[in-house]
């Protein structure tokens, strides 16, 4: 509808242009119309594309090489600069700028200081990024970046200097930037800004594709937390089988923006909650490490809380709980984990007439909290939530599996994770397959209008705006005709009338 809307301004500007340049000019009192062009885009200052070559990547350095704290992420340590500045850095699937605060902030220790690279080049540009809680902007450059914990290789990526935020930094999460994985679709201000990851492709030669194992609650750490509560690995690069057990079964990316994937079917308990499967995927599913609940649409989402609170119907919840708005808490190792149901998503398989089945515990979706829990209590949030912008299989899904970001193939692999935290009842599983008849129609897809219909409304209004346009340039056209054959001053007296008051 853009470009039909452009095509009918230049039209119409175009016949007002033609009209009047047929009358002729009056020395320099002759009519001038500028058309309109849209503006040009200015080009991208790219960083030099410098490769470098890396070393053998060896994945027992990136084991347990994430900390974070529960509900507030988990962050990786990063080098920026030349001399490094370490940092602590967001691990984020569903956005796609590095970004890390360039200012002093009440809740950051530390913050990267440009002044004092000798490799930081500014690109002068900005950039300003909302997230569905909290917003922030600052000023693009380059920089040299490594982890210290992952391959052993530095490259030259694009980089945005916070310098103004809101909601953004959490007060003692321990974390000063974000690093967004997703593709350079969803990337700020525009495409043309090349992640870090495809940077890091590009420039090196480690493999395009990486994997999370989040552990929450279950992380067993090799060396101290220090002031964390959960932990995990990030393997860049690659696939580490001490971290998983069993297959791993692999859905498609079905677009590359965000890591999005298409969810045919959700059980409680293991029954089905029997709607459409259009609906769990409205407007689009993702796997997003950067949020910590399961989010999921309106409907579905009543639909599932209505049968979760059916399955553990021998203890009464106030209402304020099933909206994530109250705890409930019971003394310290009593919390009634069987009462609680498994909450099962099948995911469309690589063969598109299968399907595969992650199982979820109640130890996953209920998230602890421990700022309020006593010595005497465990207090726990309901981690499955509304969502207006489609499902989101967050944090709390995520740390029952080790997935797999595999870009090469365009899939993402999920497997039991050795490190989630299960009962001797129950544990958490992958399973499959399953038969089905066209799954990939599950995915959402969005209303397109009419190419045609457009073309016919756009040529419509043309004639319209030309057919009011015509008697006006006429109406000009005389006027200027009169003006020339009787200028002003020529005669005794002055047609008061044709000035403009």
């Known amino acids: ?156 990526a694009n980089i945005a200097a916070i310098t103004q935020s809101d909601r953004f930094f959490i007060n003692g999460s321990n974390w000063e930037g974000i690093l967004g994985l997703a593709y350079a679709e969803i990337a700020r201000p525009d495409e ?87 609906e769990y995927n409205y407007d689009k599913s993702i796997v997003d490490s950067g949020t910590t609940n399961l989010r999921l649409p309106r409907k579905v989402f009543q639909a599932a809380v209505k049968a979760i609170e059916a399955a553990s119907s021998t203890e009464q919840f106030p209402s304020g709980f099933w909206l994530g708005e109250q705890l409930v808490c019971w003394q310290a190792g009593t919390t009634p984990w069987h009462i609680f149901p498994v909450i099962s998503l099948y995911l469309m398989s690589e063969n598109r007439n299968q399907s595969f089945r992650i199982s979820i515990l109640p130890q996953q979706y209920l998230r602890p909290v421990e700022d309020v829990a006593s010595a005497q209590e465990d207090c726990y949030k309901f981690a499955v939530s509304q969502s207006s912008t489609g499902t989101v299989m967050g944090a709390v899904i995520m740390e029952g599996f080790y997935v797999v970001f595999d870009r090469e193939r365009k899939r993402i692999g999920f497997a039991v994770s050795t490190c989630h935290v299960h009962d001797e009842f129950r544990t958490a599983s992958v399973e499959g397959p399953f038969h089905g008849v066209e799954l990939e129609d599950c995915g959402y897809n969005i209303p397109q209008t009419d190419e045609s219909t457009l073309m016919t409304i756009a040529y419509i209004m043309a004639g319209i705006c030309a057919l009011f346009m015509l008697p006006l340039c006429l109406m000009v056209c005389q006027w200027r005709f009169a003006r020339c054959l009787h200028p002003l001053g020529t005669g005794n007296f002055a047609d008061d009338i044709s000035l403009l008051k």
Request: glycine share 10%; with cysteine.
């Open 1 to 156: 509808m853009e470009t039909a809307a452009h095509a009918l301004l230049l039209f119409c500007w175009t016949v007002l242009a033609v009209l009047a340049a047929s009358v002729p000019g009056c020395g320099a009192g002759g009519l001038r119309v500028a058309l309109l062009h849209p503006a040009r885009r200015p080009s991208q200052q790219g960083a030099p594309r410098r490769r470098r070559a890396a070393r053998r990547v060896t994945f027992v350095d990136m084991i347990d090489n994430l900390r974070g704290k529960s509900g507030q992420g988990y962050y990786v340590e990063m080098a920026v600069g030349t001399p490094p500045q370490k940092l602590n850095i967001l691990v984020d699937t569903g956005s796609s700028n590095f970004a890390v605060g360039a200012a002093a902030h009440p809740f950051l220790r530390r913050y990267y200081h440009r002044s004092l690279s000798t490799s930081y080049r500014d690109l002068g540009r900005s950039v300003y990024v909302p997230y569905t809680q909290g917003r922030w902007e600052g000023e693009l450059g380059t920089d040299l970046v490594s982890v210290p914990h992952g391959p052993n290789v530095s490259l030259r």
């Open 192 to 278: 043309t800004l090349e992640p870090f990851f495809d940077s890091l492709v590009r420039q090196t030669n480690v493999p395009n594709l990486f994997s999370l194992q989040l552990c929450g609650a279950g992380f067993t750490q090799n060396y101290s937390l220090g002031s964390a509560t959960v932990g995990g690995s990030m393997i860049i690069g690659g696939i580490d089988p001490s971290l998983y057990v069993g297959e791993v079964w692999y859905t498609p990316i079905r677009r590359e923006w965000y890591y999005e994937v298409i969810i045919v079917r959700i059980e409680v308990n293991g029954q089905d909650l029997n709607m459409d499967c259009k």
